[in-house]
């Protein structure tokens, strides 16, 4: 599990996180919630020291992360797999060199048994047969599989999704969504979803948690989401009039 | 002067991070060898080029300017070799590899940073300056010195066939880039070519990890790169020159 206790960034004289507590469980979808500019991003950056925070503590099954010195958190970050907005796949590489790369540089397993790992997983986010192809080859829900695939492919404790189907069709996006929940409950990790979507918040949303303006304004499962009193979640999760519809 | 001073401190930190031992022995020697083809292979035809028409140049102004009886005709030869190793082959060569292999180092690293490709990297667990910069800074300090003796050999044929139509014959010519040859403009024309092979990597490299924003950022880094190489290129040369010849 990720424990964050009162999480403070500005930028400037900008305060983006405002004082931010939360504990995010193991094998659930942990979902962050709000609206573009509520500081969603920034939390999920400042929780693996993409951003450094002004104060509070983040911490890794008890292991505060900013506490730690580089090469202990070097090690951590091995923990940690990462599927980011825009997939992230080094474009120089195929996606089999992509998804190899963790293995290369943190193993010293065989050719072979390297190759066997990454064809599982290429096999477990179906996508069999495209080890060649290069990034630019690829579709946006591939590239989001394929950033997977190379997300998994070290066994991680940790799996951080930022905005996972952010420029994917509806029906992609819930392959997506429902590929990162799939493997949450098999390998038993803690996973994190920050997301505006709220097709994937009634997806895949165990536990949620709403950032308003860089404070967390409410936290609760799906089923209570739909009966809050919170204002601002009301007007954020019912700003669609699907939405409104299903409400009443 | 503040912007100065805080670009200064973050360039050093940046080096801090970058020298440290690399992850894995065998991915660095395989992103060098892929180093040497970008920044050394790759660049022997634009060098060629310009250090025989440099070289032919030379040649021809200075016999322009010697046309005096006065003059033996092999100091022709004699001043061309002296332009090509003091001066034109390891600080001219070296503020066109600024913008040609400069550039390119600022805009690769500068896209894969707008592209999240860094943070992929350390979220991995790897230095990314490390992984990214290193062997860009060795595989520089490893082949501007070899492209630079290229440089000044190709230089001096060009210098031979720009003398063809000046008069002078080839036994002159020859003569004077062999008399009173001084081997120590050689150390130091690669003293000064090490020095600028430091600049324009990491320098370079430097503006593209800390591009910020998207594909406009990444060309405003790679334009940065380019002009504040050649800036402190031009500086270490007046420097090094004072330094070691003076």
């Known amino acids: ?248 | 002067m503040k912007k100065l001073l805080q670009h200064l401190g973050k360039y050093f930190i940046l080096l801090n991070k970058v020298f440290s031992m690399p992850e894995k022995r065998s991915v660095f020697i395989n992103q060098l060898s892929q180093e040497f083809k970008k920044i050394g292979i790759d660049s022997i035809g634009i060098v060629t080029i310009i250090s025989f028409f440099i070289g032919a140049v030379v040649s021809i102004q200075t016999a322009y300017n010697f046309e005096s009886p006065l003059y033996p005709k092999y100091l022709i030869g004699f001043a061309t070799r002296e332009s090509l190793i003091l001066e034109f082959c390891p600080t001219m060569l070296c503020l066109i590899l600024a913008g040609k292999v400069g550039s390119n180092m600022a805009s690769q690293i500068g896209s894969m940073r707008v592209s999240e490709q860094i943070d992929a990297l350390e979220i991995m667990g790897v230095n990314s300056a490390t992984f990214l910069i290193l062997p860009k800074i060795v595989a520089s300090l490893l082949f501007f010195p070899c492209l630079i003796i290229l440089s000044i050999a190709i230089g001096l044929v060009g210098g031979w066939v720009g003398c063809q139509n000046t008069g002078i014959t080839t036994a002159s010519y020859l003569y004077g880039i062999k008399i009173d040859f001084n081997p120590f403009y050689v150390t130091y024309c690669l003293i000064k070519t090490t020095f600028f092979a430091f600049i324009i990597s990491s320098v370079s490299s430097y503006f593209g990890y800390y591009t910020n924003g998207g594909a406009l950022e990444v060309g405003t880094a790679s334009t940065r790169a380019v002009v504040y190489s050649s800036i402190i290129i031009l500086l270490f040369n007046f420097l090094l020159t004072d330094l070691l010849l003076a």
Request: aromatic content about 8%; hydrophobic content about 35%; some cysteine.
């Open chain 1, 1 to 248: 599990m990720i424990e964050i206790k009162e999480i403070s960034k500005s930028f400037s004289e900008n305060l983006v996180l405002d004082n931010v507590s939360h504990l995010f469980e193991r094998g659930k979808t942990n979902l962050i919630i709000g609206e573009s500019g509520s500081g969603k991003t920034t939390l999920l950056r400042s929780l693996i020291g993409l951003n450094e925070i002004d104060s509070g503590q983040v911490l890794f099954d008890g292991r505060d992360f900013h506490n730690l010195n580089i090469k202990e958190k070097r090690k951590l970050r091995q923990e940690i797999g990462m599927l980011f907005q825009k997939g992230a796949l080094y474009d120089y590489m195929t996606v089999e060199e992509n998804i190899l790369f963790p293995l290369t540089m943190f193993t010293e397993q065989e050719n072979e048994e390297k190759i066997y790992r990454v064809n599982e997983c290429l096999k477990r986010v179906n996508l069999i047969n495209s080890n060649k192809l290069f990034p630019s080859e690829l579709s946006g829900g591939m590239t989001k599989r394929v950033s997977i695939a190379r997300a998994i492919v070290m066994n991680p404790k940790y799996l951080l999704c930022d905005e996972p189907n952010s420029g994917l069709d509806p029906k992609t996006a819930i392959i997506i969504d429902n590929l990162i929940q799939e493997i949450t409950i098999e390998s038993n990790i803690t996973t994190i979803v920050n997301t505006h979507d709220m097709n994937s918040v009634m997806e895949i949303g165990e536990r949620i948690a709403y950032l308003f303006k860089g404070k967390l304004s409410w936290q609760g499962t799906k089923e209570e989401l739909m009966n809050t009193e919170n204002k601002e979640l009301n007007d954020f999760v019912f700003a669609s009039k699907l939405f409104k519809r299903l409400k009443k």
